[in-house]
């Protein structure tokens, strides 16, 4: 389960396992989680967090979402 960055109280992740499915980042923070598509960024799924938390994190995804999506292409070979 790479952390690819803190930020705050979250911690933006992804699970090793999950490489066949389209590009994405998990947040967590305490019991709270997150999942967010990075092509386009769009919020997956969610448990726990408050909507203003998910708009928060939504943003932090779309500005960060290049440098998501270059690690997911590094872990799962996908990158140049």
Known sequence: M???????????F???NEGAEPPHVHVQRDR???KFWL???ALASSTRFAP?????????VADRGDVFLEEWNEFFG???
């Open 2 to 12: 790479p952390t690819i960055e803190r930020i705050g109280p979250y911690r933006f």
């Open 14 to 16: 992804f699970y090793a």
């Open 32 to 34: 709270a989680l997150a």
């Open 39 to 41: 092509l386009p960024v």
């Open 52 to 60: 203003h938390e998910l708009k928060e994190l939504l943003e932090i």
């Open 78 to 80: 996908n990158g140049a």
